[in-house]
């Protein structure tokens, strides 16, 4: 059974890329554009196995999503990779 990935960045670029790069070796994406979004996702039900989470990004952030991740036991079971390009250049 494919795995299925969430991937969370601001960035529409980012989001295709990775989603198709992803996809290219049998995972299943889904996507959101900031931590509200993806937040919204986990509640209505979508569980993903990880997700792939920006730092830097409008609406909520990826910090404040980890910190709501903490509060919920669901949402923190889930392993969660940082990507971001903060600091470089």
Do not use: C, W
């Given at each position: 059974?494919?795995?299925l ?85």
């Open positions: 059974m494919p795995r990935l969430l991937i969370v960045d601001d960035e529409p670029q980012v989001l295709t890329a990775v989603s198709e790069a992803l996809e290219e070796h049998g995972y299943l994406t889904v996507t959101a554009r900031n931590g509200r979004e993806a937040l919204d996702l986990v509640r209505r039900g979508i569980k993903p196995n990880a997700i792939l989470l920006d730092l830097m990004m409008p609406i909520m952030d990826g910090e404040t999503f980890l910190a709501h991740r903490q509060e919920e036991a669901a949402l923190a079971q889930i392993p969660v990779v940082v990507l971001t390009a903060a600091g470089l250049s």
